[in-house]
Each structure stands twice: as structure tokens, then as C-alpha cells.
């Protein structure tokens, strides 16, 4: 009996230092800091991905591991940008026809698509004008001497010959051709590439109004299909999301270990100031701005709100992808309307790109300059006219800003040859501008859905409340 009351005793001994040492092992392994990194928000941890994929591919670069990083670390990369473009078309489609059929008048979608293209136009149309101001003040293009340029011209010559190619395509098309490219002959058809989103956004608008017309009992089941397609959707985000750390880590690595040699970056240092310059100024004083006078929140809120969605842009160069997570930031985070948010943006993915608007006109006249062209004030306002509908046509991918560019050049009659100028630095001025295509796009949802009244709280607990599920 003693001894059993002794057995008891020591295995309840036992059982509370087995208890005690368990609780003690999470410090010892460091667990707490792991749940502190679990906690990290979502931003945080995309950046330090970021600056962990740029260290790493320095360090690729000067231990000679180039290859390797293209063979093994760039595919993650890849597959992480194509799960978000997987996503795009059915997010587009679930919450379009959600969001339209929430609106129950056909007043109400007009008066939306009036504001919407009106603030896009504007919005564009300051951009390239602040472009312009900077390029004409600081005129970075007679920076550039006679042998610097001939040898960026003999680089990048090929380069720049494919570019004009794909504009030439474009441009030979009739002048209603992109009403004609509006309208899909057959939407299975149109909804299986990406690069046709105003396609399908034609199609489901179309379809949004004929559920509106119809009788409820009957437009019901078909709202709450695509009510629970849109929730489904939008968990597949979140989960996306987890592995967006690891995404911007491999594309930004494999983004170094294929950069030119800085000796051109500093050649055209000058005109990549005057790029980065004005979509900065565009960043944090114009977009903050217009939200505080028309919304009244402020410049933390629409930065907190937006930063994943903004760090995403930069890392992938394309708002097409980007698309599923502004979406989400913008409902949960800056309270916008599921109505508003999912007109607005996928409209201003595609149409809206104020930071490729700015660059097309800081680069055109950039090239005018370095070939000693003098541009008069007419043909700089012919450039906001023309650069406004040439990044209103660029696609939401990368590198399509300055196959548009083509256009402008053309049109401003500078030799479009001179893209070969500005190639070596496209890349990371793609990146910068696309932050900027994304960042309109919620700044124009915010003031559209003040404007009729669908601007609320947000659903800030969401991504901490997911993260602890997970
Ligand atoms: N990469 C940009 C975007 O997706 C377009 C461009 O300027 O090339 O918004």
C-alpha cells in the first residue's frame, strides 16, 4: 500500500516535471519567436522575404551560383505568381456578379461606371503631367554622351526591335478595334487567358444586369452560388498568401542574379531618377492626399491597409496578378464595399495605370532629348493624350508599359529605335510603377465608394484571425 502511495507519488512527480519541462521548452527552442514570426504581419514578413531574396541573390552572383538560382530557386517564383493568376478570372467573375446583383438598380451601375472612368482619366492624365514637369526640369536625356549612347543602341538594339514588333501588331488594328476586342464571341473562350479580364468583365456586367431583371425568387439561388464561389475564393487568397514570404523571396533573388551590369545604371541614373521621383510623389503625397480630402482617412490607414498588396506589385511587375490580393486589402483592410471593390478594380487593373502613364511620358521625352530633339509644348500635351491611351491599352503584365511606349514614341515622331536606351532599367522601374497601377486603383475604389455612400469599416481582425486557424 505504501508503496503504491510512493508509485502515485513519483508519477505524479513526474507528470508535473514532465508538465514544467514541456512549458519551458518552447523558450528553450525559441518557439516564442516563432510564434512571434507567426504573428508578424502579413507586410512584415513579405518584406523581410524581399530583402532575404535581394541578399541572397547578391550573394548568388558573387559566389557563382547563377545557374542555380535560375534552375531551382526562379520556378517557386514562377508557380507563386501563377496560383494568383489562376485565381484572378473566378474572383472576377464570383464577386462581379455578387457585387453587381447587390446593387439591385441599373442606375446605380451606370452612375459607379461614369465616376470610375472619369477618376481614372484624371488621375492618368496628373500623373503623366507630373512626369513631364520633372523629365522638362531636370533633363536627365542630355546626361547621356555620344558613346554611352551608341553602345546602349548596338546592347539593347534587338530587344527594343521585338518590342516595336508587338506595338506595330497593335497599332495596325482599325480604330474601333478595341470596342470590337470588348465584346467576346464566346466567353469559355475569352475567360481562358487572363490578358481578356475587360472581356469577361463585359460578359459578367452583362449577366449582373440580366440577374437584376429577372424576379428574385428566381435570381436568389443563382446570387448565393456565387456568393459561396466568392467565399471560396477568397479563402484560396488567404492561403496563397502564407506562401507569399517565400514567392517574393524567389522572384526578387532570381530578379538580381539576371540584372545587366550596374555600369548602364549608372549611365541612365539621371532618367531613372526622374521615373522613380515622380511615382514616388505620386505615392505618397498625391494618392494620400486625394484619399484624405474625398474619404478623410489617413496616409497609416491607406499604408497599412495596402502595403502586402503594394510589396506584391512590386515583387511580380504585374497588377494582373497582383488583382485577388488588392481586392481583399481593399474589402477588408480600407473598408470599401464588395460592390464597389469589385467593379472598380478589376476595371482599373486593366485600364487604369497611372505609373505606366508617367513613365511612357517621362521616357519619351527622355529619348527625345538624349537623340537632341527639342519637343514644343504642343507635342508634350499630344504625349499626356497619347500616354494616357497607351497605358489605358498596356496589358497588366510586366514589361508591358514600354511596348505601348512604341505608340507614343511614334506618334511624338521620336525614333522609336530609342527604346534601346531605356531597356537596361525597365525592369525595376516596371516594378516601381506597378505599386503605383495597384495603389491608384484602390485610391479611386476609396473615393468612388465614399461617393455613394459604400465606404465603411474594415475588417481589420481577418488575416490574425486566419493566421491563428492555420
Ligand atoms: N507592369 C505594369 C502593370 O502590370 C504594366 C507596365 O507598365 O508594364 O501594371
Redesign the pocket.
Known amino acids: 500500500m505504501r508503496n503504491e502511495v510512493h508509485q502515485q507519488r513519483l508519477s505524479a512527480h513526474y507528470i508535473q516535471h514532465f508538465n514544467t519541462s514541456t512549458l519551458q521548452l518552447p523558450k528553450a527552442f525559441g518557439i516564442n519567436s516563432f510564434n512571434k514570426m507567426k504573428k508578424l504581419e502579413l507586410h512584415w514578413k513579405i518584406l523581410i522575404g524581399m530583402v532575404l531574396g535581394v541578399a541572397f541573390g547578391a550573394l548568388a552572383v558573387k559566389l557563382g551560383w547563377n545557374g542555380f538560382v535560375v534552375d531551382w530557386i526562379k520556378p517557386f517564383g514562377t508557380i507563386f505568381i501563377n496560383l494568383l493568376k489562376l485565381i484572378a478570372i473566378p474572383l472576377i467573375v464570383a464577386s462581379l456578379i455578387k457585387g453587381v446583383s447587390d446593387l439591385e438598380d441599373i442606375a446605380k451601375l451606370s452612375s459607379m461606371g461614369y465616376k470610375t472612368i472619369g477618376f481614372y482619366l484624371i488621375t492618368t492624365a496628373v500623373a503623366i503631367s507630373v512626369g513631364l514637369i520633372i523629365v522638362n526640369i531636370v533633363e536627365p536625356g542630355y546626361l547621356i554622351d555620344e558613346p554611352t549612347r551608341a553602345e546602349m543602341m548596338e546592347k539593347f538594339g534587338s530587344g527594343a526591335q521585338a518590342k516595336i514588333q508587338s506595338a506595330e501588331e497593335a497599332k495596325n488594328a482599325g480604330p474601333l478595334q478595341p470596342l470590337i476586342d470588348l465584346v467576346p464571341d464566346n466567353i469559355i473562350g475569352a475567360a481562358s487567358s487572363n490578358g481578356n479580364m475587360l472581356k469577361v468583365i463585359f460578359f459578367v456586367l452583362f449577366f449582373g444586369v440580366g440577374l437584376i431583371l429577372i424576379p428574385k425568387e428566381k435570381a436568389q439561388p443563382v446570387k448565393d452560388f456565387f456568393d459561396g464561389v466568392n467565399e471560396v475564393v477568397l479563402k484560396m487568397i488567404d492561403l496563397i498568401m502564407l506562401t507569399a514570404p517565400y514567392g517574393v523571396f524567389a522572384l526578387l533573388a532570381a530578379l538580381i542574379v539576371e540584372l545587366p551590369s550596374a555600369q548602364i545604371f549608372v549611365a541612365l541614373l539621371g532618367y531613372a531618377a526622374c521615373v522613380a521621383g515622380g511615382l514616388l510623389i505620386l505615392l505618397f503625397f498625391f494618392y494620400p492626399t486625394i484619399v484624405k480630402i474625398f474619404t478623410g482617412r489617413g496616409w497609416n490607414f491607406f499604408f497599412k491597409g495596402m502595403a502586402p498588396a503594394q510589396l506584391l506589385a512590386f515583387s511580380t ?4 496578378a497582383t488583382l485577388p490580393v488588392t481586392m481583399e486589402r481593399v474589402e477588408e483592410h480600407l473598408g470599401v464595399d464588395e460592390e464597389v471593390a469589385s467593379f472598380v478594380l478589376p476595371i482599373g487593373a486593366t485600364i487604369n ?1 497611372d ?2 502613364g508617367l ?1 511612357q511620358g517621362v521616357a519619351a521625352v527622355f529619348i527625345a532629348q538624349a537623340f537632341g530633339m527639342e519637343l514644343s509644348l504642343a507635342a508634350q500635351l499630344g504625349i499626356i493624350l497619347t500616354a494616357t491611351l497607351a497605358s489605358i491599352g ?9 511596348v505601348m511606349l512604341v505608340i507614343v514614341l511614334q506618334e511624338a515622331g521620336i525614333p522609336e529605335a530609342g527604346l534601346a536606351l531605356i531597356f537596361a532599367i525597365d525592369r525595376p522601374l ?1 516594378m516601381l ?2 505599386v503605383i ?1 495597384v495603389s491608384s486603383d484602390a485610391t479611386v475604389s476609396m473615393v468612388v465608394a465614399k461617393s455613394i455612400g459604400k465606404l465603411g469599416e474594415p475588417k481589420e481582425k481577418k488575416w490574425d484571425d486566419f493566421v491563428e486557424q492555420v
Open positions: 511587375s504585374s497588377s494582373a495605370m505609373g505606366t513613365y498596356s496589358a497588366a503584365v510586366p514589361s508591358a508599359g514600354m516596371d510603377r506597378t497601377n
